[in-house]
Protein backbone atom coordinates (compact mmCIF):
# COMPACT_ATOMS: atom_id res chain seq x y z
CA UNK A 1 0.00 0.00 0.00
CA UNK A 2 1.52 3.49 -0.46
CA UNK A 3 2.46 5.82 2.22
CA UNK A 4 0.10 7.62 3.81
CA UNK A 5 0.06 11.43 3.01
CA UNK A 6 -1.44 15.00 3.66
CA UNK A 7 -3.39 14.90 0.77
CA UNK A 8 -5.89 12.37 2.33
CA UNK A 9 -6.37 13.57 5.49
CA UNK A 10 -9.24 13.23 7.25
CA UNK A 11 -11.07 13.77 10.97
CA UNK A 12 -13.77 12.01 11.99
CA UNK A 13 -15.72 12.77 14.69
CA UNK A 14 -15.91 9.77 16.90
CA UNK A 15 -18.41 9.15 19.93
CA UNK A 16 -16.97 6.03 22.25
CA UNK A 17 -16.53 4.81 26.07
CA UNK A 18 -14.96 6.27 28.93
CA UNK A 19 -11.97 3.88 29.65
CA UNK A 20 -8.20 4.52 30.05
CA UNK A 21 -8.00 1.89 27.07
CA UNK A 22 -10.45 3.84 24.97
CA UNK A 23 -7.29 5.77 22.95
CA UNK A 24 -5.15 2.86 22.99
CA UNK A 25 -7.94 0.64 21.14
CA UNK A 26 -8.98 3.58 18.80
CA UNK A 27 -5.20 3.60 17.79
CA UNK A 28 -4.85 -0.26 17.33
CA UNK A 29 -7.66 -0.17 15.08
CA UNK A 30 -6.21 3.06 12.44
CA UNK A 31 -3.03 0.90 12.56
CA UNK A 32 -4.56 -2.31 11.55
CA UNK A 33 -5.52 -0.70 8.57
CA UNK A 34 -1.95 1.10 8.18
CA UNK A 35 -3.91 4.55 8.49
CA UNK A 36 -1.45 7.13 9.95
CA UNK A 37 -2.59 9.32 13.27
CA UNK A 38 -1.58 12.60 13.35
CA UNK A 39 -3.90 14.00 15.85
CA UNK A 40 -6.43 12.46 18.89
CA UNK A 41 -8.50 15.88 20.67
CA UNK A 42 -11.24 15.31 23.51
CA UNK A 43 -13.36 17.66 22.51
CA UNK A 44 -16.34 16.64 25.05
CA UNK A 45 -16.07 14.57 28.05
CA UNK A 46 -19.50 13.25 30.13
CA UNK A 47 -19.81 10.45 32.72
CA UNK A 48 -20.47 7.97 30.32
CA UNK A 49 -18.96 8.57 26.74
CA UNK A 50 -16.59 10.99 25.20
CA UNK A 51 -16.50 12.59 21.93
CA UNK A 52 -13.41 12.32 19.77
CA UNK A 53 -12.15 14.03 16.40
CA UNK A 54 -9.19 11.30 15.57
CA UNK A 55 -7.31 12.80 12.60
CA UNK A 56 -5.25 10.56 10.00
CA UNK A 57 -3.50 10.39 6.91
CA UNK A 58 -4.65 7.90 4.74
CA UNK A 59 -2.85 6.86 1.02
CA UNK A 60 -6.30 7.76 -1.49
CA UNK A 61 -10.15 7.83 -1.19
CA UNK A 62 -10.39 4.01 -0.69
CA UNK A 63 -7.91 3.66 2.48
CA UNK A 64 -9.67 6.56 4.24
CA UNK A 65 -12.92 4.54 3.85
CA UNK A 66 -11.19 1.37 5.72
CA UNK A 67 -9.82 3.88 8.18
CA UNK A 68 -13.70 4.80 8.92
CA UNK A 69 -14.96 1.69 8.85
CA UNK A 70 -11.67 0.30 11.25
CA UNK A 71 -12.70 2.42 13.89
CA UNK A 72 -16.51 2.14 13.35
CA UNK A 73 -16.33 -2.11 14.25
CA UNK A 74 -15.02 -1.00 17.98
CA UNK A 75 -17.17 -2.33 20.03
CA UNK A 76 -19.15 0.74 21.65
CA UNK A 77 -17.57 3.03 18.96
CA UNK A 78 -19.87 5.06 16.64
CA UNK A 79 -18.48 7.36 14.08
CA UNK A 80 -20.06 10.62 13.56
CA UNK A 81 -18.90 12.79 10.99
CA UNK A 82 -15.88 12.60 8.45
CA UNK A 83 -14.22 15.24 7.41
CA UNK A 84 -11.94 15.36 4.21
CA UNK A 85 -9.44 17.79 5.15
CA UNK A 86 -8.47 18.92 1.94
CA UNK A 87 -11.91 19.86 0.60
CA UNK A 88 -12.16 21.25 4.02
CA UNK A 89 -9.13 23.55 2.96
CA UNK A 90 -10.14 24.51 -0.36
CA UNK A 91 -13.71 25.54 0.41
CA UNK A 92 -13.92 29.44 -0.50
CA UNK A 93 -10.78 29.07 -2.38
CA UNK A 94 -7.38 29.84 -1.58
CA UNK A 95 -7.10 33.69 -2.12
CA UNK A 96 -8.58 36.89 -1.60
CA UNK A 97 -7.52 40.90 -2.76
CA UNK A 98 -6.23 42.86 0.41
CA UNK A 99 -5.92 46.57 -0.15
CA UNK A 100 -2.23 47.84 0.55
CA UNK A 101 -3.08 51.43 1.20
CA UNK A 102 -5.78 52.50 4.23
CA UNK A 103 -9.01 53.46 3.32
CA UNK A 104 -10.44 54.74 6.67
CA UNK A 105 -12.57 57.95 5.94
CA UNK A 106 -13.25 60.64 3.22
CA UNK A 107 -9.60 61.91 2.36
CA UNK A 108 -8.23 58.33 2.16
CA UNK A 109 -11.41 58.09 -0.91
CA UNK A 110 -10.04 61.13 -2.42
CA UNK A 111 -6.91 59.37 -3.50
CA UNK A 112 -7.15 56.47 -3.90
CA UNK A 113 -10.25 56.45 -6.04
CA UNK A 114 -12.52 59.85 -7.23
CA UNK A 115 -10.85 62.39 -7.61
CA UNK A 116 -7.34 62.12 -7.19
CA UNK A 117 -6.95 58.79 -9.10
CA UNK A 118 -8.04 60.76 -12.26
CA UNK A 119 -4.45 62.20 -11.87
CA UNK A 120 -2.59 59.36 -11.57
CA UNK A 121 -4.22 57.72 -15.01
CA UNK A 122 -3.54 60.91 -16.57
CA UNK A 123 0.04 60.54 -15.54
CA UNK A 124 0.42 57.06 -17.13
CA UNK A 125 -1.28 58.33 -20.53
CA UNK A 126 0.96 60.63 -20.50
CA UNK A 127 4.20 58.14 -20.21
CA UNK A 128 3.00 54.94 -20.40
CA UNK A 129 6.31 53.64 -18.48
CA UNK A 130 4.72 55.19 -14.91
CA UNK A 131 2.34 51.79 -15.17
CA UNK A 132 4.89 49.86 -13.98
CA UNK A 133 5.72 52.14 -11.03
CA UNK A 134 2.15 53.59 -9.99
CA UNK A 135 -0.17 50.18 -10.32
CA UNK A 136 -0.07 46.67 -9.10
CA UNK A 137 2.01 45.76 -12.67
CA UNK A 138 5.02 45.78 -10.76
CA UNK A 139 4.44 43.05 -8.63
CA UNK A 140 1.61 40.66 -10.59
CA UNK A 141 2.20 37.90 -12.57
CA UNK A 142 -0.91 36.07 -14.42
CA UNK A 143 -0.95 32.34 -14.04
CA UNK A 144 -2.53 31.42 -17.40
CA UNK A 145 -3.59 27.94 -18.30
CA UNK A 146 -6.51 26.16 -20.79
CA UNK A 147 -6.76 22.75 -18.63
CA UNK A 148 -5.26 20.64 -20.83
CA UNK A 149 -2.54 19.38 -19.40
CA UNK A 150 -2.98 19.97 -15.49
CA UNK A 151 -0.34 17.18 -13.73
CA UNK A 152 -1.41 14.00 -13.56
CA UNK A 153 -4.69 14.54 -14.13
CA UNK A 154 -4.86 15.38 -17.92
CA UNK A 155 -7.24 17.71 -20.28
CA UNK A 156 -9.79 18.71 -17.36
CA UNK A 157 -10.55 22.19 -18.70
CA UNK A 158 -10.43 25.57 -17.12
CA UNK A 159 -12.57 25.47 -14.07
CA UNK A 160 -11.21 22.09 -13.12
CA UNK A 161 -7.59 23.62 -13.16
CA UNK A 162 -8.64 26.66 -10.63
CA UNK A 163 -7.44 24.66 -7.66
CA UNK A 164 -4.04 24.18 -8.93
CA UNK A 165 -3.87 27.73 -10.16
CA UNK A 166 -4.90 29.15 -6.42
CA UNK A 167 -2.54 26.89 -5.34
CA UNK A 168 0.49 28.24 -7.30
CA UNK A 169 -0.66 31.69 -6.68
CA UNK A 170 -0.46 30.94 -3.16
CA UNK A 171 2.99 29.81 -3.58
CA UNK A 172 4.38 32.95 -5.48
CA UNK A 173 3.22 35.36 -2.33
CA UNK A 174 4.09 32.63 0.12
CA UNK A 175 7.89 32.79 -0.60
CA UNK A 176 8.98 35.33 -3.29
CA UNK A 177 6.43 38.16 -2.16
CA UNK A 178 4.77 38.27 -5.41
CA UNK A 179 0.73 38.94 -6.07
CA UNK A 180 0.20 36.10 -9.16
CA UNK A 181 -3.81 35.29 -9.97
CA UNK A 182 -5.37 32.51 -11.38
CA UNK A 183 -6.11 32.96 -15.18
CA UNK A 184 -7.77 30.09 -16.71
CA UNK A 185 -9.19 29.95 -20.06
CA UNK A 186 -11.95 28.28 -21.30
CA UNK A 187 -10.48 27.77 -24.67
CA UNK A 188 -8.00 25.48 -25.92
CA UNK A 189 -7.34 27.22 -29.32
CA UNK A 190 -3.88 28.69 -29.49
CA UNK A 191 -5.09 32.15 -31.81
CA UNK A 192 -7.82 32.08 -28.86
CA UNK A 193 -5.29 31.93 -25.91
CA UNK A 194 -2.86 34.44 -27.52
CA UNK A 195 -5.02 37.04 -28.45
CA UNK A 196 -6.55 37.09 -24.91
CA UNK A 197 -3.17 37.02 -22.89
CA UNK A 198 -1.93 39.76 -24.99
CA UNK A 199 -4.92 41.52 -24.55
CA UNK A 200 -4.89 41.06 -20.39
CA UNK A 201 -1.25 41.43 -20.17
CA UNK A 202 -1.13 45.16 -19.12
CA UNK A 203 -2.02 44.60 -15.65
CA UNK A 204 0.87 42.04 -15.53
CA UNK A 205 4.67 42.42 -14.74
CA UNK A 206 4.67 38.70 -16.58
CA UNK A 207 2.94 35.30 -17.30
CA UNK A 208 3.34 32.29 -16.17
CA UNK A 209 1.87 29.39 -18.59
CA UNK A 210 0.79 26.47 -17.18
CA UNK A 211 -0.25 22.80 -17.92
CA UNK A 212 -0.97 23.40 -21.32
CA UNK A 213 -0.14 20.74 -23.40
CA UNK A 214 2.43 20.24 -26.36
CA UNK A 215 3.28 20.87 -28.78
CA UNK A 216 0.69 23.98 -28.22
CA UNK A 217 2.49 25.11 -25.04
CA UNK A 218 5.53 25.74 -27.42
CA UNK A 219 4.23 27.37 -30.37
CA UNK A 220 1.83 29.77 -27.17
CA UNK A 221 4.82 30.42 -25.72
CA UNK A 222 6.94 31.97 -28.61
CA UNK A 223 4.15 34.00 -29.80
CA UNK A 224 3.47 35.67 -26.82
CA UNK A 225 7.19 36.29 -26.37
CA UNK A 226 7.47 37.81 -29.80
CA UNK A 227 4.21 40.27 -29.33
CA UNK A 228 4.95 41.30 -25.60
CA UNK A 229 6.99 43.71 -23.76
CA UNK A 230 6.99 41.63 -20.31
CA UNK A 231 8.51 37.83 -19.42
CA UNK A 232 6.35 34.96 -20.71
CA UNK A 233 7.76 31.95 -18.89
CA UNK A 234 5.96 28.39 -18.89
CA UNK A 235 6.69 26.90 -15.60
CA UNK A 236 6.32 22.99 -17.42
CA UNK A 237 9.41 23.53 -19.05
CA UNK A 238 11.89 25.99 -17.78
CA UNK A 239 10.98 26.00 -14.05
CA UNK A 240 11.62 21.92 -14.43
CA UNK A 241 14.27 22.34 -16.66
CA UNK A 242 15.85 24.65 -13.44
CA UNK A 243 15.46 22.55 -10.80
CA UNK A 244 16.81 19.63 -12.63
CA UNK A 245 19.68 21.51 -14.17
CA UNK A 246 20.42 22.61 -10.05
CA UNK A 247 20.12 19.11 -8.96
CA UNK A 248 22.12 17.55 -11.08
CA UNK A 249 25.39 20.44 -10.75
CA UNK A 250 24.93 18.71 -7.51
CA UNK A 251 24.76 15.04 -7.89
CA UNK A 252 27.74 15.41 -10.35
CA UNK A 253 29.89 17.60 -7.59
CA UNK A 254 28.63 13.83 -5.16
CA UNK A 255 29.70 11.49 -7.79
CA UNK A 256 32.45 13.72 -9.56
CA UNK A 257 31.80 13.35 -12.30
CA UNK A 258 31.44 16.37 -15.61
CA UNK A 259 28.18 17.67 -17.19
CA UNK A 260 30.60 17.47 -20.37
CA UNK A 261 31.02 13.74 -20.00
CA UNK A 262 28.48 12.39 -18.52
CA UNK A 263 25.86 10.39 -20.77
CA UNK A 264 22.53 11.36 -20.25
CA UNK A 265 19.53 9.66 -20.82
CA UNK A 266 16.19 11.57 -21.00
CA UNK A 267 12.96 9.85 -20.71
CA UNK A 268 9.88 11.94 -22.37
CA UNK A 269 10.17 14.60 -24.88
CA UNK A 270 7.05 17.10 -24.23
CA UNK A 271 7.69 20.19 -22.79
CA UNK A 272 9.50 19.39 -19.65
CA UNK A 273 12.04 17.38 -21.35
CA UNK A 274 12.24 19.53 -24.61
CA UNK A 275 13.16 21.89 -21.87
CA UNK A 276 15.31 20.36 -20.04
CA UNK A 277 17.56 18.91 -22.91
CA UNK A 278 17.58 22.21 -24.24
CA UNK A 279 19.21 24.02 -20.73
CA UNK A 280 21.33 20.80 -20.21
CA UNK A 281 22.76 21.73 -23.92
CA UNK A 282 23.00 25.21 -23.07
CA UNK A 283 25.11 24.43 -20.35
CA UNK A 284 27.93 22.43 -21.64
CA UNK A 285 26.12 18.91 -22.29
CA UNK A 286 27.82 16.91 -25.18
CA UNK A 287 25.86 13.38 -24.98
CA UNK A 288 22.32 13.32 -24.06
CA UNK A 289 20.12 10.54 -25.69
CA UNK A 290 16.49 11.95 -25.86
CA UNK A 291 13.34 8.60 -25.54
CA UNK A 292 9.91 8.42 -26.84
CA UNK A 293 7.03 6.50 -25.67
CA UNK A 294 8.66 4.18 -28.60
CA UNK A 295 12.87 4.35 -27.52
CA UNK A 296 14.95 6.24 -28.53
CA UNK A 297 14.67 9.43 -31.05
CA UNK A 298 15.61 8.56 -34.38
CA UNK A 299 17.34 11.39 -36.66
CA UNK A 300 13.71 11.31 -38.87
CA UNK A 301 11.49 12.15 -36.12
CA UNK A 302 10.13 15.09 -37.49
CA UNK A 303 6.73 14.69 -35.71
CA UNK A 304 7.08 18.45 -34.74
CA UNK A 305 9.74 20.39 -34.69
CA UNK A 306 10.25 20.39 -31.35
CA UNK A 307 10.85 16.73 -31.66
CA UNK A 308 13.06 17.44 -34.25
CA UNK A 309 15.28 19.52 -32.75
CA UNK A 310 15.75 16.93 -29.98
CA UNK A 311 15.96 14.34 -32.88
CA UNK A 312 19.17 16.60 -34.38
CA UNK A 313 20.96 17.44 -31.25
CA UNK A 314 20.94 14.63 -29.45
CA UNK A 315 22.32 10.87 -29.57
CA UNK A 316 25.69 11.77 -30.72
CA UNK A 317 26.57 8.11 -30.96
CA UNK A 318 24.00 7.17 -33.31
CA UNK A 319 22.49 4.57 -30.62
CA UNK A 320 19.05 2.77 -31.67
CA UNK A 321 16.72 0.60 -29.57
CA UNK A 322 14.41 1.07 -26.52
CA UNK A 323 14.53 3.05 -23.35
CA UNK A 324 16.04 -0.08 -21.38
CA UNK A 325 18.72 -0.28 -24.15
CA UNK A 326 19.85 3.56 -23.71
CA UNK A 327 20.35 2.91 -20.14
CA UNK A 328 22.91 0.63 -20.49
CA UNK A 329 26.02 2.76 -19.24
CA UNK A 330 24.22 5.39 -18.85
CA UNK A 331 25.34 7.98 -15.84
CA UNK A 332 22.46 9.95 -16.19
CA UNK A 333 18.83 9.14 -16.36
CA UNK A 334 16.17 11.48 -16.35
CA UNK A 335 12.57 10.19 -16.29
CA UNK A 336 9.54 13.22 -17.18
CA UNK A 337 7.71 10.56 -18.56
CA UNK A 338 4.93 7.92 -17.16
CA UNK A 339 5.31 5.23 -13.86
CA UNK A 340 6.87 2.20 -13.56
CA UNK A 341 8.66 2.07 -16.89
CA UNK A 342 11.46 0.46 -15.69
CA UNK A 343 12.59 -1.44 -12.52
CA UNK A 344 15.64 -2.04 -10.56
CA UNK A 345 17.86 -4.55 -12.87
CA UNK A 346 17.11 -1.56 -15.64
CA UNK A 347 18.60 0.83 -13.02
CA UNK A 348 21.75 -2.06 -12.70
CA UNK A 349 22.54 -1.83 -16.34
CA UNK A 350 23.44 1.89 -15.39
CA UNK A 351 27.08 3.11 -15.02
CA UNK A 352 28.90 3.36 -11.76
CA UNK A 353 28.10 5.86 -9.31
CA UNK A 354 24.81 6.46 -11.68
CA UNK A 355 22.72 9.20 -10.97
CA UNK A 356 18.66 8.44 -11.16
CA UNK A 357 15.84 11.46 -11.64
CA UNK A 358 12.71 9.31 -11.49
CA UNK A 359 9.89 12.30 -11.71
CA UNK A 360 6.86 11.15 -13.09
CA UNK A 361 4.17 12.03 -10.61
CA UNK A 362 2.80 10.89 -7.96
CA UNK A 363 4.14 7.42 -9.32
CA UNK A 364 7.78 7.62 -10.86
CA UNK A 365 9.13 6.01 -13.69
CA UNK A 366 10.77 3.25 -11.88
CA UNK A 367 10.40 2.75 -7.59
CA UNK A 368 13.29 4.81 -5.86
CA UNK A 369 13.57 2.18 -3.04
CA UNK A 370 14.47 -0.18 -6.09
CA UNK A 371 16.78 1.99 -7.74
CA UNK A 372 18.55 2.86 -4.78
CA UNK A 373 19.51 -0.38 -4.43
CA UNK A 374 21.73 0.18 -7.95
CA UNK A 375 22.45 4.13 -8.31
CA UNK A 376 23.84 6.17 -5.94
CA UNK A 377 21.87 8.94 -6.04
CA UNK A 378 17.99 8.79 -6.43
CA UNK A 379 15.97 12.11 -7.10
CA UNK A 380 11.80 12.31 -7.62
CA UNK A 381 9.05 14.56 -7.62
CA UNK A 382 7.61 13.38 -4.49
CA UNK A 383 7.86 14.87 -0.93
CA UNK A 384 8.28 11.53 0.66
CA UNK A 385 11.64 10.55 -0.45
CA UNK A 386 14.89 12.73 -0.32
CA UNK A 387 15.87 15.11 -2.62
CA UNK A 388 12.54 16.13 -4.07
CA UNK A 389 13.00 18.30 -7.60
CA UNK A 390 10.07 20.21 -7.17
CA UNK A 391 9.76 23.52 -9.25
CA UNK A 392 8.87 25.65 -6.19
CA UNK A 393 12.39 26.14 -5.65
CA UNK A 394 12.15 27.98 -9.22
CA UNK A 395 9.48 30.17 -10.08
CA UNK A 396 8.99 32.28 -7.01
CA UNK A 397 12.17 33.44 -7.08
CA UNK A 398 12.42 33.55 -10.96
CA UNK A 399 9.31 36.06 -11.25
CA UNK A 400 11.04 38.02 -8.41
CA UNK A 401 14.34 38.95 -10.00
CA UNK A 402 12.52 39.38 -13.30
CA UNK A 403 9.99 42.14 -11.71
CA UNK A 404 12.63 43.67 -9.50
CA UNK A 405 14.82 43.68 -13.15
CA UNK A 406 11.72 45.29 -14.85
CA UNK A 407 12.80 42.23 -17.67
CA UNK A 408 10.96 42.46 -20.80
CA UNK A 409 12.42 38.67 -22.12
CA UNK A 410 13.73 35.25 -20.45
CA UNK A 411 17.25 34.41 -21.63
CA UNK A 412 18.81 31.10 -21.05
CA UNK A 413 21.55 32.77 -19.14
CA UNK A 414 19.03 33.79 -16.83
CA UNK A 415 18.13 30.29 -16.28
CA UNK A 416 21.03 29.02 -15.86
CA UNK A 417 21.82 31.67 -13.47
CA UNK A 418 18.61 30.19 -11.28
CA UNK A 419 19.92 26.86 -11.32
CA UNK A 420 23.21 27.40 -9.96
CA UNK A 421 21.92 30.19 -7.06
CA UNK A 422 19.52 27.06 -6.14
CA UNK A 423 22.63 24.71 -6.96
CA UNK A 424 24.95 26.80 -4.34
CA UNK A 425 22.45 27.06 -1.54
CA UNK A 426 23.11 23.63 -0.49
CA UNK A 427 26.13 24.17 1.45
CA UNK A 428 29.29 21.71 0.78
CA UNK A 429 29.17 21.16 4.02
CA UNK A 430 25.75 19.87 3.76
CA UNK A 431 26.10 18.30 0.16
CA UNK A 432 25.22 14.29 0.01
CA UNK A 433 23.50 11.30 -2.07
CA UNK A 434 20.21 12.26 0.31
CA UNK A 435 20.63 15.88 -0.40
CA UNK A 436 21.47 17.47 -3.24
CA UNK A 437 18.56 20.42 -3.52
CA UNK A 438 17.93 22.46 -0.29
CA UNK A 439 14.34 21.80 1.07
CA UNK A 440 11.45 23.92 -0.64
CA UNK A 441 10.77 25.64 2.88
CA UNK A 442 14.77 27.13 2.98
CA UNK A 443 14.24 30.83 3.30
CA UNK A 444 16.88 31.65 1.29
CA UNK A 445 16.42 30.01 -2.20
CA UNK A 446 14.30 32.32 -3.14
CA UNK A 447 15.90 35.64 -2.84
CA UNK A 448 18.98 33.98 -4.05
CA UNK A 449 17.51 32.79 -7.27
CA UNK A 450 15.80 36.39 -7.73
CA UNK A 451 19.06 38.19 -7.55
CA UNK A 452 21.03 35.45 -9.40
CA UNK A 453 18.03 36.68 -12.49
CA UNK A 454 17.79 40.12 -11.27
CA UNK A 455 21.96 40.21 -12.02
CA UNK A 456 21.50 38.29 -15.07
CA UNK A 457 18.76 40.12 -16.65
CA UNK A 458 20.97 43.63 -15.85
CA UNK A 459 23.13 41.77 -18.38
CA UNK A 460 21.10 40.88 -21.14
CA UNK A 461 17.03 42.31 -21.97
CA UNK A 462 15.61 44.59 -18.94
CA UNK A 463 14.41 48.13 -18.77
Not at 59 to 76: L, W, Y
Not at 167 to 196: M, N, R, S, Y
Amino acid sequence: MPTPSPGYSITLRVQAPVGTGTTSTLATAIASVQGAMTALDVVESHPNYMVIDITCDASDVQHADQISTAIAEVPGVTVGKVSDRTFLLHLGGKLEVVPTVPLKHRDDLSRAYTPGVARVCTAIADNPEDVRRLTIKRNTVAVVTDGSAVLGLGNIGAAASIPVMEGKAALFKQFAGVDAWPVCLDTQDPDAIVEIVRALAPVYGGINLEDISAPRCFEIEARLRAILDIPVFHDDQHGTAIVVLAALTNALRVVDKSLADARIVVSGVGAAGHAIIRLLTAQGATNIIGCGRKGILSPDDTADQFRAWIAENTNPGARTGTLRDALVGADVFVGVSAPNILTGDDIATMADKSIVFAMANPVPEVDPVAAGRHATIVATGRSDFPNQINNVLAFPGVFRGLLDAHAVDITDDMLIAAARAIADTVKPSELNATYIVPSVFDAAVAPAVAAAVRDAAGRGSAR
